[in-house]
């Protein structure tokens, strides 16, 4: 860590501020240039907190040379992190497609849908049972019923589930559950994130709407410091002020996590534009950018005219998806589970 | 709500939509024009899905008429709500300036910056016992220790305490505090704010960093429907491409909360730019905004020379900034608590 | 248009605004529900100052129904807009590349880059004479000497020349360039856009760094209501609070453009990242995402070791991100030309 | 100039930096700890390219010690740059209003609004005569003519006039304008700024949609490195993803210019918001922030009831404001120019 002192003939706080930090156990090294005192700290700096010392009178700036994140840091761990869930891999060079639904509706509808998604190519379902609205007066999911159902689906076929938990509370009815998934807005939630740490099963950390790359790596360094080191990242799209999509979906995210980075990074095709035409394109651009997998809305209600053109696809639209993507993995050097296939 | 058409000749979908909307129990208008057709819904649309609505193929764009919140809206309620908290009230023309450290580090501590602020004006004690903080390395704060600190210099001095709540697992140890804050992390972590809206007390509830005033508002209707009206906004900044502040104190937005809600609103100037030398400036322009209220961080350690010019003040600082806005507040329109000072 | 009144009970007010509206040569379709009422704007709106209409204290909101551009608008002109440069075309299903060093600083170096990006795959050279720069003390370019290299490479190489107008004040030396790009920074430099609408070249107009695809369009339409409708769009990334790249490249901005625009669209991955190594995997998503071309950096200097790793390609490295790009134009249904190939 | 190196192995590549730096006329400081490396750049660097090292492979991060502005800059000019318009005084402690109609529309209209400002206390008469507009389709202003009645405004009140330049086109009929002003997006017009550095003129900069503090400054230092040093600067909102605002007052950006730059620095509270209600409260919050003055929206068409209500006041509610800001300048310690009032 650099700190870039402004007043630098304010001998008593610079002593003062020097003694702080040696008292956390790190070395000091000065440099006084003509202009300039810059102190440089040596040691483990991932303690050390960087917005006290840049609201310091006497501090210019304060810059970072060590990434504040450890266990997910690629510097320690150049390997890629692979995550195996039920036999199906993300990471290192492994490419996976979780499909479902938005929101679980009934069993019939669930296990419909998961078989849909299983033939056209998905190894892992999804769906919501309890959902995150911005309104109170919005239907918050079935609860722990969905996740009933969900688990009926993965026995019926085969598929490893995945659903975003809301509460500590409901911990315990989701130990069984494959993929834990971590929604935007809990993305700092960091009780939360201490609590799944604890827990035997991999976490679906979505990014922030508002979050950058750093603070999304620091919250998988909640979850694994507290020993779960299986952290899938999930980019979701954050918010710009740009109207015509629901958010901005940001590629060039992924590229940039790889190199810092061992964790396997997904995308969210469907929640960050808000617009199934949009899946598909977004899809392949996630392909493109180097993504180890997509996570895609899938609904199958054909009596439900409504839905058609909603942020889902329908199952014959993903299969399509499915089909481009399987043209594009040996472009990035990736490869998809295909016995799956039906 | 008002629905505009994009694809006009899909009559079977429009009127698919259309019988589902009157499945919600609204009525629906059609207006056809030459090259437009408009659907205006008529009825309680808070529960209608806007998202999912916009999301059809078949729609250029969807409009609320009505706000999505009922509770907070001055529309039904256009009086000011004036929230009392031991004898200070906040809202109606009354203005309160809450004060004391960021963590709470000892009694002693506490105490000390309790007695300060209260000479200096301050009516409310706030202090940090659970801390959110990026990284799991820094300093956590003391927890359920802190608690206990707060509740004595409560005792010692007679001030109400403000502190903030990061899980509904702590809950009952929140019940003895005289304001709960939500903070800006958490103001979409939806299953706390139900849990708060079944408690006695009042909620701070703080502007999450990259949400909308509508959306700060739903949340404030998470506790509301449950049924705790006493709900206190604090805007503490947004975060904007600008890197000079920690973030951007959007000021304009309490005029505009003024229209929008009967809740009172105030402002936190240390948080924001997390610089204590725009503490007094911001301070005076929030005053000039028609803040209710302000929250302001106060330190009182003087051997601890590295805090001096921290995002906190000074109490002799501090009692300069409660000056100035004695000076101003009548040209406001608001009048502060005086008795309290010594 | 749709204005949605607030204050039904100001007949006054409401009245003299329908006047007002009916003065602009529009019919007013009133719509009165129980507690709202609804004004609809029927006739060309292109011409109605709706952030006026906005700030009157009897309005709620308005919203446009028909978008404010129509040269650009796909709805009247379906097929897509083919723009040839020199035999090769942009839209309709073809793609181009366009590279080049990013500045101009020599005959030889620019003619040697010129022959290397032509050897790789690109059609037409880019380059920049006229360089805008934050800072007055930074090199501002070779300016009229660079457009004259430029030409020397053209002729040399046969290849379109593409490169950056500041001021109106040098039109004349551009009117011989074949592509004249429009800088992020002079996206909304209204007074050169419709300077640039009485040339007969095609205008590259890059989108500003925190414009919206609408006033982006909008843009395109400042130089076509003038009558030069050969603009190519290039998403070149927004700002945000992402420091990791400099900008954040909007690739879904591609699908939505080819929703609203018959206008080609093409996408500049060299600067919005600023990272050479980000240049490939967000060429490849940006062909997945459905742009027709791209601008890259490209430099030939093996002696300016320093320019290894800026955001500048090295000649093999951008062939083989060519050599991917073929690869995947057949997945979304695009065609490159490739007589120039060597 | 701090340059934190990543691949401190690569000694060829360091080395070649290092040289490349020397020739740009710098010394290299070398600090090579356990597990970095850093190079300190000694000597004048606001001519080095901060965005090209930034992007070189073997670097981590790069941080300028020095701000790369000069002239603007406070540390090279301690005391308050004083601009004198006609006597009238921006900066050290003097406050300046400036009002008048959003557009020139007649030479009755603007005497008018001119004698209804001077009366309630303004000492400079702003109005547009080129106007920027998103669409070609809107009103343009009466350009030439506009300035013509302006000036006749001038001659009957002894008003100085404030109005804004779009071109480097129309340079000559502004020479005898009081104050020119450069609007948000021409701020990075670099072509027009140098232009205007030439000028014998305060300039009058507005801040970008999306700029920070330092592009703003830097723009300033395009003008005042030509040699024009009377530069005012004026915030007026930056874009974000609030949309009840059309832009958000960074308000605290007025204390960090404050530190930053001796230049004077304003507030334009009626464009930021696009509602005339928030200009008395915005308006006192930009005083309480410390700026040395407003620049706000007055109309006078009592005949014309659309405009009520629209950004613009009314003469009579802008004297309130006018009043308001007299109670509270004492408390920041500012004075206005009283002689004028009638």
Redesign the interface.
């Known amino acids: 860590m650099?700190i870039?002192i402004k007043d630098q003939k304010n001998e008593?706080?610079i002593e003062?501020?020097k003694n702080?930090i040696k008292g956390l156990g790190l070395d000091v090294?000065m440099?006084r240039?003509?202009?300039?005192l810059?102190m440089?700290l040596?040691g483990d700096t991932?303690?050390v907190?960087i917005?006290?010392i840049?609201?310091?009178?006497?501090?210019?700036?304060v810059?970072r040379?060590?990434e504040?994140y450890k266990n997910a840091n690629r510097k320690f761990h150049p390997e890629d992190s692979i995550i195996d869930v039920g036999g199906h891999k993300f990471g290192g060079g492994h490419f996976q497609i979780i499909a479902g639904p938005c929101s679980v509706e009934s069993r019939e509808q669930v296990i419909e849908v998961a078989k849909a998604v299983k033939a056209a190519g998905a190894t892992i379902l999804r769906g919501g049972a309890f959902k995150?609205?911005?309104?109170?007066?919005?239907?918050q999911g079935l609860g722990l019923e969905g996740l009933e159902y969900l688990k009926e689906a993965r026995k019926e076929t085969g598929m490893p589930i995945c659903t975003e938990i809301?509460?500590?509370?409901h911990i315990d009815a989701f130990l069984d559950i494959d993929i834990i998934q971590v929604g935007a807005?809990?993305m700092?939630?960091?009780?939360?994130l201490?609590r799944l740490g604890k827990v035997d099963k991999p976490i679906l950390l979505k990014r922030g709407?508002?979050n950058?790359?750093?603070?999304w790596l620091?919250s998988a360094?909640?979850i694994m410091?507290?020993g779960n080191m299986n952290v899938i990242l999930c980019e979701r799209g954050?918010?710009?002020?740009?109207?015509?999509?629901?958010n901005?979906?940001?590629?060039?995210?992924?590229?940039?996590l790889k190199?810092?980075t061992h964790l396997p990074v997904i995308v969210d095709p469907s929640h960050?534009?808000?617009?199934?035409?949009?899946v598909r394109?977004?899809?392949?651009?996630?392909?493109?950018?180097?993504a180890d997998g997509l996570i895609i809305e899938v609904h199958n209600d054909p009596s439900k005219?409504?839905c058609?053109?909603?942020?889902s696809l329908k199952p014959e639209q993903f299969k399509e998806v499915v089909d481009?993507i399987d043209?594009?993995l040996p472009?990035?050097g990736k490869k998809r589970d295909k016995q799956e296939r039906v």
């Open positions: 650099i870039v008593k706080q003062s501020l702080w090294h440099s240039g003509e202009n300039s810059i440089g040596i991932s303690k907190d917005d006290l840049r609201s310091l009178d006497i501090v210019e700036s810059q040379i060590q504040p995150p609205r911005t309104s109170p007066y919005s239907f809301m509460s500590e509370r807005r809990n700092q939630n960091f009780e939360l201490k709407l508002a950058t790359i750093e603070e620091m360094e909640y410091s507290e954050i918010r710009t002020f740009e109207p015509y999509t629901r901005t979906l940001d590629l060039s995210a992924i590229p940039i190199e810092k960050a534009s808000g617009l199934s035409r949009l394109p977004m899809s392949l651009a996630a392909v493109g950018a180097g005219a409504l058609d053109g909603a942020q481009n043209v594009m472009i990035v």
